[in-house]
């Protein structure tokens, strides 16, 4: 009788995957070929770092070649686990840039699959799940930061992992979801600090969820409390080791920021943040927009509950708009800073959009926060209402949103490649607990809000690339045949970053990076006091056309 009752939970097993791929193993299998077509289309490869990844490059380097951890004195985070995962690609591939940003073009369709997954949890069809992942794998900032070795996908990829699993855990109560939710905020706390706002938001949620009883206790306290162990065992001995990096960020940091200064800023900082969601999430509020059912207000509770958060958007927006768009990343016609001498002040990045064009921009963006938050009206109170797992897990995420946009107020940078890492939490929020059936116009839309975002992601990421191949090879011409030292060059952030020949801050009209001699100079175009002695050409995907990265040299 009981080998009959294994047997029929074996086959009982069976069904539940046999039904689990015919309803998502062709979602997936539509994400991950169309995450790889783009990849292609893009060309990841390239033997250089981008933007800060020279020094999370040099720490795998460090570690492939000397076969010990030595960290770059650039770097302000853990990276412990992003060094591990890139070690093991240049373990199996040898060391290079391209097979770095391989390791992270890897990690992130893990990242989106684990999107993907978390929707479907939430209770949405295979269809929005896969329009909703589809409008964090075409995120621009996302989708260029996935063809680097930067910090910010690793964290977004585990960070979502550990978001599904905590999830899942709060739902069902299954201390292996709990296991595995920690196991993945431990590896993004070993990319970034503030990985340690998963276990916190885990604890608080499932508090809420079982009250304060022993073990509810127990179990809340346990995953922050091996984090927190963890992490500053791990920075006492980085700082006993080799010293900390000049930038390690911790928690005194930010909290030394805490000032009048600060809340001067949040209006304008709220205001970039809103744009950016906005923007971000666009398709699916259009997707999502026609099932909310709007109903004038007739009371002055119910005015001021819709009129003054309308209200704060706009003034908000008001204060953001003439610093928009934010930086780091993100720069008139392109995705990905321009850190050459001339870039660096946004000189001879031409062509460049029309001002209406922008204002377009700005417009869209503000009309998706605006949106989200009638979708977001709509959707949450009742989620808050719902069973205990299902508000623990609205609790998990809000708690989590809560923590990170803290940190977003008081970094001292609050970059624009930041904001992405609140989009699992706002789908949490945004997404009804049932299945929605969108009306064939707002799924129209929304594809093709998709189709815009993708074909942009692809072709700013692809210029990007290829202007920093031109560079690149503009500084071999320099280096094999004219035998040009590094100290002598300034060849860009990178570059100078790579090789440090100078000191940072060098004064005397000098990039702030590591200049010693500026001798030579490469840059997108004419400088004052130089000439130009040769180009390097590269195709350009938006607007389509050739341009040229230049070696200068001084007069």
């Not at 853990?78 to 290079?96: D, H, I, P």
């Not at 409390?225 to 000049?246: N, R, V």
């Not at 341009?547 to 007069?555: A, G, M, N, P, Q």
């Amino acid at each position: 009788m009981e080998r009959w009752r294994c047997k029929g939970a074996g086959i009982e097993k069976l069904d539940k995957l046999l039904k689990y791929s015919k309803t998502n193993l062709l979602p997936l299998a539509v994400m991950a070929g169309t995450w790889l077509a783009a990849n292609l289309l893009v060309n990841p490869v390239g033997d250089f770092p981008l933007n800060d990844d020279f020094s999370y490059g040099r720490t795998v380097l460090n570690l492939h070649t000397l076969g010990k951890l030595q960290y770059d004195q650039w770097l302000s985070m853990t990276l412990l686990t992003q060094v591990l995962w890139g070690a093991g690609f240049c373990k199996l591939f040898s060391f290079s840039f391209t097979v770095l940003r391989i390791s992270t073009l890897v990690l992130a369709l893990g990242g989106l699959a684990a999107i993907y997954q978390l929707c479907r949890d939430l209770g949405q069809s295979p269809k929005i799940a896969l329009l909703a992942t589809l409008a964090v794998t075409f995120n621009p900032i996302f989708f260029s930061l996935s063809f680097t070795f930067m910090t910010d996908v690793p964290f977004f990829a585990f960070g979502a992992m550990s978001t599904l699993y905590y999830a899942r855990a709060l739902r069902s109560g299954k201390m292996k979801w709990v296991l595995w939710g920690s196991f993945f905020a431990l590896a993004a706390t070993f990319v970034r600090q503030q990985g340690l706002m998963f276990p916190l938001s885990f604890g608080v949620a499932w508090l809420f969820l079982g009250g304060l009883r022993p073990k509810s206790l127990a179990i809340a306290a346990w995953p922050l409390a091996l984090h927190l162990l963890l992490f500053f065992a791990f920075s006492k001995w980085l700082e006993t080791s080799q010293g900390l990096p000049d930038g390690y960020g911790d928690f005194g940091k930010l909290l030394r920021r805490l000032d009048w200064g600060i809340f001067q800023q949040m209006p304008l900082r709220v205001g970039a943040i809103l744009a950016y969601t906005g923007g971000f999430l666009l398709p699916l509020v259009a997707l999502l927009q026609p099932s909310v059912r709007f109903k004038f207000p007739t009371t002055f509770s119910e005015i001021a509950k819709l009129l003054f958060p309308v209200l704060a958007i706009i003034a908000c927006a008001a204060v953001a708009w003439h610093k928009l768009p934010w930086g780091n990343m993100a720069y008139n016609f392109g995705i990905g800073p321009p850190l050459l001498k001339d870039g660096q002040y946004f000189l001879n990045t031409a062509p460049t959009l029309s001002d209406a064009a922008i204002l377009l921009l700005k417009i869209l963006a503000f009309t998706g926060a605006i949106g989200l938050f009638f979708v977001l009206k709509k959707y949450l109170p009742g989620k808050l209402h719902k069973a205990d797992s299902q508000r623990s897990v609205m609790v998990f995420a809000l708690t989590n949103m809560t923590i990170y946009l803290g940190f977003l107020m008081l970094d001292l940078h609050c970059f624009d490649r930041y904001f992405f890492q609140l989009l699992p939490f706002l789908l949490i929020c945004l997404l009804p607990s049932q299945p929605v059936e969108p009306k064939k116009f707002a799924t129209a839309a929304c594809v093709a809000g998709l189709v815009v975002m993708a074909a942009l992601s692809v072709c700013t990421t692809h210029d990007y690339l290829a202007w920093n191949r031109a560079r690149w090879q503009a500084l071999d011409h320099l280096a094999q045949e004219k035998n040009i030292t590094p100290d002598r060059i300034d060849g860009g952030f990178e570059f100078n970053g790579w090789h440090r020949p100078g000191p940072r801050y060098p004064g005397g009209g000098k990039s702030w990076w590591w200049v010693l001699d500026d001798e030579y100079v490469v840059a997108f175009g004419d400088l004052g006091g130089y000439r130009k002695q040769q180009g390097f050409p590269f195709q350009r995907w938006l607007p389509p056309g050739v341009d040229s990265v230049y070696v200068l040299k001084r007069e």
